[in-house]
């Protein structure tokens, strides 16, 4: 091991993963720090990668060059596209995952990084010097020079795992808990707070009765997260879904004194958007039942996740609830659910990169900002890791706006808004998903991932090749004529109105009874032409064709939020001049130092009157 790096990464969970590959990737000489290396990578929570809006982060991570989308398909044991029978903006993939197999793939990715080493330490303190991180100082005494610092701490800050009223110091079960560094923010000026997650029990799969449950099983043809990815699973395992009922409701209400958080056991906050299965009775008495997802948490093991029963109950009452439960009747537990609260660190701290504002080349990434989920981590380690290679190279940042991925919307809000609960990606933060779908990540991200070195040159000829046949099938479908006596049944059959006019295929796309598929089934001789394209391209024509008012009503109100982008502040900008700001965004402003209007706007308190004030007063 050296003892002087470029960059250091603290934690080796998906923060800490993407931040050390793109670091590593981008040429800097890289230690990844970790507690335990038979823990990187892990999946603390449920075994499984995606859903909605968590999807489209992975598609971008993808898309750019990251891992995360690669190994969820390496791993996958599951695929599911959700939302279908809605609108492609709230399509999202997801995978279940082997749990073991996804942190040995996260193993073998990390170690293929010819720049990256790894030590296994607790880092106890940074080295500061006149406001800058010079490296740090682990537990076994040793000092460890770089150039930046990039901490994805998790849950591990003075960690404290709850189990009715028992109480653990550790960061994960059976794993202890991170010291010294949230003293030491402390003492130089860091805001920090604490919040509260929690887990569901594991149980015993050969002691189940799947054939009362319903079954879920994937996708018949499944997709995958990665747009490498060109084997899709042959084999996949269902998932299962049964409920709660009045039995195991009474049970809990019965038993809520012996609860942290209703107790007062616990003062932090815990996930709005996660609730434990204590909250969901508890908040919504009116729910008869409540949807528990069974997920096997691999192909050679006998454990099994039961997803939305996360709980701190004591261990004897889960035992208890679970076997109240259809298909539980038998169940035996493996491991209980638990409650773990941690120090984070408001994100309204950070620069729109994830470097501190306080310490120069000092970079947060993960649930130290205040986030909860895999996606949420993991974009945010791969942003910090771009970032801090970008800074020590006295190159120009990379920020994403809010009207080009997803990830640029989740650091937005976090760095603007800030967040007091576990902030979790929903597609309705996103203002503008039209546009940043799932399906044109790679359209989206990937040349500009290629650019700065990060996505390789197999991505950038994919995509370069996408968009060549994208516009010979555009070409296509205009020139494509389809007779009214050949289209009117189709149209009939869906009771649409009916054409005497010849109509060419990208006209007839645009109505919303057509598809692709009734158009193919029109003309084998079309079709047979169009079969030299690939799924991926005619896929996304379809989609624009279909979709393209709305997608230029979208693009109408991103150039009206982008003017305001353009506005610059001067760093040194003296807000105390505005006398008709309101204190609040006069107090705001002084601390956030928005780089642009379009960022002032997004700050929680300063209102419309507010950045008409800086707009004539910049205007001048």
């Not at 046949?469 to 009939?492: G, Q, R």
């Not at 003296?574 to 956030?592: M, N, P, R």
Request: charged share 25%.
């Amino acid at each position: 091991m050296l003892l002087e790096y470029d960059i250091i990464v603290v934690g080796g969970g998906h923060a800490g993963c993407e931040a050390a590959t793109a670091a590593s990737k981008l040429g800097a000489k890289v230690l990844l720090i970790t507690m335990s290396l038979q823990t990187i990578g892990q999946m603390s929570c449920n075994p499984a990668m995606g859903g909605i809006a968590k999807g489209q982060l992975i598609r971008e991570i993808d898309a750019l060059g990251g891992f995360s989308g690669i190994i969820a398909d390496q791993s996958a044991i599951q695929f599911r596209m959700l939302n279908t029978s809605k609108g492609p903006a709230m399509w999202s993939p997801r995978t279940q995952n082997d749990r073991r197999l996804f942190s040995e793939c996260w193993r073998r990715a990390l170690e293929s990084l010819p720049n990256l080493d790894f030590w296994q330490d607790m880092v106890i303190s940074l080295l500061i010097e006149e406001g800058r991180v010079k490296g740090v100082q682990t537990a076994l005494g040793i000092t460890i020079k770089s150039q930046a610092v990039i901490l994805t701490n998790g849950t591990f800050l003075n960690g404290m795992i709850h189990i009715g009223a028992k109480k653990i110091a550790g960061g994960r079960s059976a794993e202890r808990a991170a010291t010294g560094i949230t003293e030491q923010l402390q003492k130089l000026g860091f805001q920090t707070g604490r919040m509260k997650t929690g887990t569901s029990p594991r149980i015993d799969g050969r002691t189940l009765a799947y054939d009362r449950m319903e079954a879920q099983p994937g996708d018949p043809l499944p997709g995958s997260f990665s747009f490498l990815t060109k084997e899709p699973l042959k084999q996949q395992k269902n998932c299962y879904i049964t409920y709660t009922n009045p039995t195991v409701h009474n049970l809990i209400k019965d038993n809520l004194a012996d609860v942290p958080i209703y107790n007062g056991q616990i003062q932090s906050t815990g996930p709005r958007y996660c609730p434990s299965i204590e909250d969901k009775v508890d908040r919504f008495a009116d729910k008869e039942r409540h949807q528990i997802f069974v997920e096997p948490e691999g192909w050679h093991t006998i454990q099994v996740y039961v997803n939305g029963l996360s709980t701190s109950l004591p261990e004897a009452i889960q035992l208890k609830m679970l076997r109240a439960i259809v298909g539980f009747e038998q169940a035996k537990m493996i491991c209980p659910g638990y409650a773990i609260e941690y120090d984070y660190f408001p994100p309204t701290q950070l620069y729109y990169t994830l470097e501190t504002q306080l310490i120069e080349h000092l970079y947060f990434a993960g649930q130290i900002n205040g986030t909860t989920g895999y996606e949420e981590a993991a974009c945010q380690g791969l942003m910090a890791g771009i970032n801090a290679c970008r800074k020590i190279n006295a190159l120009s940042p990379v920020v994403f706006k809010r009207s080009e991925a997803y990830i640029g919307v989740l650091i937005d809000d976090l760095v603007g808004k800030g967040t007091e609960e576990p902030y979790r990606m929903f597609a309705s933060r996103a203002e503008f998903r039209i546009l940043l779908r799932q399906d044109n990540a790679d359209l989206r991200l990937t040349e500009w991932g290629h650019a700065i070195g990060l996505a390789d040159e197999e991505r950038l000829q994919k995509v370069l090749k996408k968009k060549e046949e994208m516009v010979s099938i555009f070409d296509f479908f205009k020139k494509w004529k389809i007779a009214p006596e050949m289209i009117c049944p189709i149209l009939a059959a869906s009771g649409a109105a009916l054409t005497d006019e010849t109509q060419s295929a990208h006209a007839l796309l645009k109505r919303p009874e057509i598809g692709l598929n009734d158009l193919l089934a029109l003309d084998q001789q079309q079709a047979n032409a169009l079969a030299a394209y690939t799924q991926e391209a005619l896929q996304q024509v379809g989609i624009q064709i279909k979709y393209e008012s709305y997608f230029l009503k979208e693009k109408e109100l991103v150039e009206k939020m982008e003017r305001l982008e353009h506005y610059t502040i001067p760093d040194d900008f003296d807000y105390t001049k505005l006398k008709a700001l309101s204190t609040e965004a006069l107090e705001k402003l002084q601390k956030k130092r928005p780089a642009t209007l379009g960022q002032a706007s997004r700050i929680s308190g300063v209102r419309p009157a507010d950045i008409s004030i800086l707009i004539v007063y910049l205007g001048r």
